[in-house]
């Protein structure tokens, strides 16, 4: 919290030098250098994600928006999520489930309980069905 008041301080100075700049144009100035690593294949599919997307600068621009993104998506994520506690009892059986491929996450397997528990089996099976007769109409736009 602390660097982010110094660079905002920093911009009002910085603009009345200089004209407006943004509290991201400060940060990314004034920022620390970092190093990562990455796979080819993962450079790859940035170079032509950055290609598509002349919005973004360069790689360390698209880094820099991407994980701010994240962040804030996670802590909106984190913010509207329920928190529950569970015995260990309850902890092992959705493990287990998880395992068995129920779900890939314990979360995610809360949420197909919640759902099988709350959504009538009558509006699942319409909701089936219509994605079958979708799949008929269209077999093109779902992959086998």
């Known amino acids: 919290m602390t660097i982010l ?3 905002i301080l920093k ?20 920022g620390e250098r970092i190093t990562l690593r990455m796979e080819q294949e993962d450079l ?13 600068a360069n790689r360390s621009q698209l880094i820099r928006i991407a994980l701010r ?9 984190e913010a509207r999520g329920l928190t529950i506690q569970l015995g260990d009892r ?3 059986a959705l493990a ?13 397997v809360v949420e197909r309980i919640v759902e099988r528990t709350l959504v009538p089996r009558e509006t699942l099976e319409d909701a089936a069905k219509k994605a079958f007769a979708a799949y008929d109409m269209y077999p093109g736009l779902i992959e086998k």
């Open 5 to 7: 008041k110094y660079s």
């Open 11 to 30: 911009c009002h100075i910085r603009s009345r030098r200089r004209g407006l700049l943004s509290v991201e144009d400060v940060m990314w100035m004034d």
């Open 44 to 56: 790859f599919e940035m170079d032509v994600f950055l290609d598509e997307n002349p919005e973004f």
């Open 69 to 77: 993104n994240y962040m804030r998506r996670d802590a909106q994520e």
């Open 90 to 92: 309850y902890i092992r």
């Open 96 to 108: 287990a489930l998880k395992e068995n491929g129920y779900a890939d996450t314990e979360a995610g």
